[in-house]
Nanobody
Framework: QVQLVESGGGLVQAGGSLRLSCAAS????????VGWYRQAPGKHREWVGVIDAGGKTGVTSSVKGRFTISRDSAKNTVYLQMNSLKPEDTGVYFCNNANGSPWSWGQGTQVTVSS
């Protein structure tokens, strides 16, 4: 069974940076496309970006130029580097399988950006 643990969230002022981590057990991230998702208060979960098995990445237009995704295969961990954060980036961030049936969702990590 795949277990996901997201971490690295926190409270940051607008314009600041955070790096989120997604660590997995039960699967090899280097063999999967892994996506980042976020859920703002009162809103549905939305897709933020993805890194595929080959290392190719993509992010949604609202974070393009600010967020980047990377992977450390040795640690079986995927990262979301978030720069120039905006209040609208506030939410709980999750990672999950981006190609096929979702794994069990982790607890997510809270990101709060103050203006």
């Amino acid at each position: 069974q795949v277990q996901l643990v997201e971490s690295g969230g926190g409270l940051v002022q607008a314009g600041g940076s955070l790096r989120l981590s997604c660590a997995a057990s039960g699967t090899d991230f280097s063999m999967n496309a892994v996506g980042w998702y976020r859920q703002a208060p009162g809103k549905h979960r939305e897709w933020v970006g993805v890194i595929d098995a080959g290392g190719k990445t993509g992010v949604t237009s609202s974070v393009k130029g600010r967020f980047t995704i990377s992977r450390d295969s040795a640690k079986n961990t995927v990262y979301l580097q978030m720069n120039s954060l905006k209040p609208e980036d506030t939410g709980v961030y999750f990672c999950n399988n981006a190609n096929g049936s979702p794994w069990s969702w982790g607890q997510g990590t809270q990101v709060t950006v103050s203006s």
